[in-house]
């Protein structure tokens, strides 16, 4: 089965991804945790 393909991926697939050096493509798109969090820290009111 082609890995892009997958219905649901594990832990284990992504660090296989990032062991194997696999680069960024149309596919697959890298973020920082943070980028990843909820909360919009850029439009909070102080």
Request: proline share 0%; hydrophobic share 35%; charged share 35%.
């Amino acid at each position: 089965m082609d890995f892009y393909i997958k219905n649901a991926y594990t832990i284990e697939d992504i660090n296989n991804l990032i062991t194997n050096e696999v680069e960024e493509n149309i596919h697959l798109d890298y973020k920082a945790a943070g980028a990843l969090d909820k909360k919009d820290e850029k439009n909070a009111t102080k």
